[in-house]
């Protein structure tokens, strides 16, 4: 049974680990994702971008898919299944269709507007039971489309949206999206230890964790992010493993082409690529 993120996100923040969220494209990823996390008895949140959402057939399809497979795997760890990067109205079909979780990204609003949507999102998901995330500051690089070039927050403004009663906070504090360029500056900790300091126990968001090094993850971790998000990591493994298949010219022996057999290098460099994280984080037995 799906659940809201609160739970898991408010025992992460005071065991300071973090539960990763990774987004899903396919029934592959899904199955990977919640697979890995009840072999390491870890919390896990699956991502949905708007994107992937029209990608997959629509909420309901998502919902049915993932309720399912958490039937017949017999998945006992917390799952939530949360929109990501969600606009006002995709963070409404989400809750319509049965997410137990939403991300309303009012980033590029006004803080007026932010605040306003974001207060309407608080009441809903409050009487239903599903995690509100929400988010200040633009997170940098491309995410269905919207372009940002990892700005950091303003700590007050942090709180404006915090003190709104939302469950999790994504701070702008440097990091983006997709692959880090070469020039990229680093987190700016010091951005992230004034939004800790203005929001207390509200666990904050780390959104672009891929290719952040490990020592500035368990530092993030260490000043309140209890939820970190993976996408393009996954991505890379899935891509580069399906290439070695096809290189090595397995689709072309036997039933080398089944798309059981063609997708399970890729399935299982997901499932790597998740373990790995959920270690880094710390996750690992804190279902």
Known sequence: MLVSAKEMLDKAKAGHYAVGHFNINNLEW???VLLTAQENNSPVILGVSEGAGKYMCGYKTIVGMVNGMLESLKITVPVALHLDHGSYEGALACIEAGFSSVMFDGSHYPIEENIAKTKELVAICAEKGISLEAEVGSIGGVEDGVVGKGECADPDECKMIADLGVDMLAAGIGNIHGVYPDNWAGLSFDTLAAVQ???GKMPLVLH???GI???MIKKAIDLGVSKINVNTECQLAFAAATRAYIEAGKD?????F???KLL???YEAIKATVKEKME???SINKA
């Open 280 to 282: 880094l984080f710390g």
């Open 252 to 256: 072309k022996s036997g039933k080398g």
């Open 30 to 32: 899904a199955k990977a």
């Open 258 to 260: 089944d798309p059981r």
């Open 197 to 199: 300091a203005k929001t």
């Open 213 to 215: 090094p490990t020592d």
């Open 264 to 266: 399970a290098p890729g």
């Open 208 to 210: 672009g964790g891929t």
